[in-house]
């Protein structure tokens, strides 16, 4: 599974279908055994965090002056998602998160009743010296030595139930604007391929990756 | 039966909700100062937007995505922000422009200034809004609409030389004006091929629940819809070439435009042109307000839906409602509706790259699309033409502000 292509920006919705936003960035806890997705973040904080941590800033304060929510990202956990296809369906019910606050309490303003009270349980709590946001990988230089070979451009995954360890990253020449590069390419036929690094040849250090061995032996994607 | 029922339907309400203020404008403006030269111009744009409304239809059907869904999880919301915060400053310019039209044509029809007309305008346009279901917007909107083929009356009774229609439908440069006629070219293009309207049928194909069977439908629907909707536009041309041109009456106003009528249809001529220009405009307004509830929902991943009761789905309604309150200010600062309308449309051609061609990108992804791509030629012609027209406007329109 490919966190950009099969996770990022996709929609959500609870167990009963309803719309509960889009996914606007993911968790990895680096552990020994490598990184592991622990989360994915929705909501107006993370949405504003992946453009600009000043929107972030903004965002989080609307949010606690409105009383709207807890100001902090709503982080879903791999155990709460059921399904990966068109959308992204939870096990839970929107009112365990807050992420239909806004949504609920104009509904029942509309209706003229109280609105519903929702749970805090997955307000996402403070990264860990050991946790990395997805947006923060994405887009990070590769260097092999001193010579940068391109830019992380995705983050492939096991499994996000059995085993959402990261198995490769993949590394390209415009990293986030992947999206557009391959799009530009692709309205004439062509498609830019990265190269495919195991995830234990990659080593992050600071704001930038190092690969070790060869770049030569990378593979480019089919 | 009610496939084709639907398909028939679909044609009608197409043919009825082609022509707002923007055609009218723009085709008016193109026949009084250049006679028949800018057919070529609506006949272009026509086929453009035939072919992207056909497509944007076939995503909505084959991947269950609209065409604003489809780009945020594709491109991602680094991308996606730039053309949704274009399409927001535009979407307002342009229905501030359709309430604009529609005022003035209540001018036209009772009197009064027509800034006095906006807001009750507006009231009945989130009235609709609020209350009406999907189908009842674009039926309704495009059976009204067909008060705007007395443009082809018009144009039939004029009795326009076949052979000079003919001529001018093959692009050519004129003899005189040419950053005049550059510019309503650019904005004939602009009037046809709105982005809102990419997004705004994608979705009425999801509520609607398009399916891949029926994809022969939305082809037919949309060739068949956008190439008649595009002769309305044409007749709108014709008609101001063979009354206004003539005359030496330029298309300054709305008011100018209305002259077209009355050598044709008589004392109904005023009445019959306002509320051609009313109708359309109406209903290009509730269309808009309509798009922007969609186009916010689907980008955030909101619950949405002209189907919905508002109060299921409440941010999508209060979204749209904001951007109707945003153009009715537009609106009631007394710019000129015509002035209004001219800008949008060239600013739509500017606006156009960052949503047709992610769109273009969209429809050769297997991943949205299946086994029903575009072809290479086809994405190639499309992207050449947009790209073309923002290169142009961005030269034309600053020629036009600074040259008076």
Request: glycine share 10%.
């Amino acid at each position: 599974m490919d966190l950009m292509r099969d996770l990022l920006d996709k929609g959500v919705t609870d167990c009963h279908g309803h719309p509960l936003g889009r996914i606007d960035d993911a968790v990895f806890r680096f552990e020994a055994k490598g990184p592991r997705l622990v989360g994915l973040e929705i909501g107006p904080v993370a949405l504003a965090r992946r453009l600009h941590p000043r929107l972030a800033h903004w965002a989080r304060a609307l949010e606690l002056k409105a009383d709207a929510a807890t100001g902090r990202p709503i982080r879903l956990l791999t155990d709460d998602i059921a399904h990966v296809g068109r959308r992204i369906r939870l096990h839970l019910p929107h009112e365990e998160t807050m992420a239909m606050v806004v949504e609920t309490r104009m509904r029942a303003w509309l209706r003229r009743e109280v609105p519903p009270v929702h749970g805090h349980a997955r307000a996402a709590s403070p990264l860990q010296s050991h946790e990395r946001l997805a947006s923060a990988v994405l887009g990070t230089r590769v260097f092999e030595g001193e010579r940068q070979i391109g830019r992380i451009e995705e983050i492939r995954i096991r499994d996000i139930h059995a085993d959402p360890h990261v198995t490769h990253y993949v590394v390209g020449s415009t990293g986030l604007l992947e999206r557009l590069n391959l799009a530009a390419l692709a309205l004439i036929g062509l498609a830019n391929r990265g190269l495919v690094a195991a995830v234990d040849r990659v080593t992050f250090t600071g704001d930038r990756a190092q690969l070790t061995g060869s770049a030569d032996d990378l593979k480019r994607q089919p | 039966m009610s496939v084709i029922v639907d398909l028939l339907l679909g044609i009608v309400t197409s043919i009825g909700g082609f022509v707002e203020a923007g055609s009218i404008a723009t085709a008016a403006q193109g026949g009084a100062r250049f006679r028949f030269e800018l057919l070529w111009a609506i006949a272009l744009a026509g086929g453009m937007i035939a072919v992207l409304i056909e497509m944007s239809g076939r995503l909505a059907a084959v991947s269950g995505h609209t065409v604003a869904d489809a780009i945020r999880e594709r491109f991602g919301i680094h991308f996606q922000i730039v053309p949704l915060c274009a399409e927001l400053v535009l979407d307002t310019l342009l229905l501030a422009a359709e309430l604009g039209g529609v005022a003035t044509a209540i001018k036209l029809l009772i009197g009064g200034p027509f800034v006095a007309w906006i807001v009750p305008v507006a009231l009945i346009v989130g009235l609709v809004f609020w209350s009406c279901g999907f189908a009842v917007i674009e039926d309704g909107v495009g059976v009204l609409g067909l008060v705007t083929l007395s443009f082809v009356v018009a144009a039939w009774k004029l009795q326009p030389a076949p052979h000079d229609l003919a001529k001018a439908l093959i692009p050519s440069l004129p003899h005189r004006d040419l950053s005049d006629y550059s510019l309503i070219a650019i904005s004939i293009v602009g009037a046809t091929v709105s982005p809102y309207l990419l997004n705004f049928y994608s979705s009425g194909s999801v509520e609607e629940e398009l399916e891949e069977k029926h994809l022969w439908v939305n082809r037919t629907t949309s060739f068949a819809g956008m190439g008649f909707g595009s002769v309305v536009s044409m007749t709108v041309l014709v008609t101001a070439a063979m009354t206004l041109a003539p005359a030496g009456i330029r298309a300054e106003s709305y008011e100018e435009m209305a002259k077209m009528f009355p050598p044709v249809f008589g004392g109904w001529g005023v009445t019959l042109f306002a509320l051609s220009l009313g109708v359309g405009c109406f209903g290009a307004a509730v269309e808009i307000t309509l798009n922007a509830g969609y186009l916010f929902a689907q980008v955030f991943g909101w619950q949405w839906g002209a189907n919905e009761r508002r109060r299921d789905a409440a941010r999508f309604a209060f979204i749209a409602s904001a951007l109707l309150i945003a153009g009715t200010l537009v609106a009631l600062t007394g710019i000129d509706p015509l002035k209004l309308t001219t800008i949008s449309m060239a600013l739509t051609v500017l606006v156009m790259p960052l949503v047709i061609l992610p769109f273009l990108v969209l429809m050769n992804d297997r991943r949205y699309v299946g086994d029903h791509t575009s072809g290479m030629a086809g994405n190639v012609f499309l992207a050449v033409l947009t790209i073309g027209g923002a290169v142009l406007a961005l030269v034309v329109v600053p020629l036009q502000i600074f040259g008076g």
